[in-house]
């Protein structure tokens, strides 16, 4: 999963991942995407996502007790956007479990 989120985003300049430990990955997969259905393109599964801002993109992968997330955007000051935007959303469904959301950058 993570290598074909990884391969879809290479398009993109600017991307940033983050593995979320959580005991209900599909579940917040879930949320995010129905959340934000309502006002930009989604597409899910109970097992995978995508999420098309118009400033940037957001993919994201259920594993065992983990959630991938890749973001990716034309420039570095919409990559911040997304990584905001995901996570922020993503601590407020998830606030019984303390999540914690760490992203890293690839090289640019």
Known sequence: MMVMMMAQAA???????ARV??????RYL??????F??????SHDTETGRIEFPFGLCELAAGKDMLALCVSAVDAEALSRMEDVIASHLTRFAFREPLEVVWSRNAE
């Open 11 to 17: 398009s993109s300049r600017f991307t940033s991942m």
């Open 21 to 26: 430990a959580t005991s209900s990955p599909s």
């Open 30 to 35: 879930g949320q995010l995407c129905k959340h």
């Open 37 to 42: 259905a309502h006002k930009v393109p989604v």
